[in-house]
């Protein structure tokens, strides 16, 4: 398992435009996290699914925001409406839900909205 | 709510020791790590520790817990220039999310 993926790794779109990022987490794992994290900041979460269940949505997820993992493996975020405010490096990570816990996160994508 | 803080910047000497301090507010954490991050890239975990322990060492990595206090800290021996990047600590939060710091970027000078 080469671990947590997620394509692209850059996005430029314009102001009014919608946007999806893929996350592909380890294969094995039945957790996966999406984070937020804007320049000189530290990541903050946005949502997380266990499965194909969606189980915790943060204050910062607006409703442009909606994120899907329909077969509980690859999760999608996508952003409608993108604002200039969206522009942010979005994590993804992976777990399995026992123990430690452990989250290992992908590459993330930079999103840049002009 | 949750709170974690960090020193915003730390400058070593190469071969001597790094101390990257954080607090956090949520006692009832039950781990705390340690990732690293470089430039333009993910997030790399280093190490964590168990609430109930006080000290964890990892090769040239040593992570100290005082929970009474609420404070973290990750010594990094005989620092290197590859150990150049922006370090977070995080806790992990009553549903399983991490809470991270604003992260502490270590400069390493020859």
């Known amino acids: 398992d080469t671990g947590v993926s997620q394509n692209p790794r850059h996005k430029i779109t314009k102001r009014g435009q919608n946007v999806t990022f893929r996350c592909d987490p380890i294969s094995e794992h039945n957790r996966l996290y999406w984070y937020r994290q804007t320049l000189g900041q530290g990541p903050e979460f946005l949502t997380y699914?266990?499965?194909?269940?969606?189980?915790?949505k943060s204050r910062l997820l607006s409703d442009r925001f909606s994120a899907e993992r329909p077969k509980g493996s690859f999760s999608t975020l996508e952003i409608q409406r993108t604002e200039q405010g969206d522009s942010a490096m979005y994590l993804c990570?992976?777990?399995?839900?026992?123990?430690?816990?452990?989250?290992?996160f992908g590459p993330g994508t930079r999103l840049t909205v002009l | 709510g949750e709170d974690v803080e960090q020193s915003l910047f730390l400058s070593v000497r190469e071969g001597d020791s790094s101390v990257i301090n954080c607090t956090y507010t949520d006692s009832s954490s039950t781990y705390l790590y340690w990732y690293k991050q470089e430039p333009g890239a993910g997030l790399q975990l280093l190490t964590y520790i168990f609430s109930n322990m006080d000290m964890k060492q990892d090769q040239r990595l040593t992570v100290l817990l005082n929970k009474k206090d609420k404070h973290l800290s990750l010594r990094i021996a005989d620092t290197q220039t590859g150990d150049s990047a922006i370090y977070f600590c995080?806790?992990?939060?009553?549903?399983?999310?991490?809470?991270f710091g604003t992260g502490t970027r270590l400069q390493v000078f020859p």
């Open positions: 990570a992976s777990t399995w839900s026992t123990g430690v816990d452990t989250q290992y």
């Open positions: 995080a806790e992990r939060d009553n549903t399983d999310k991490l809470i």
């Open positions: 699914f266990q499965n194909e269940a969606q189980l915790e």
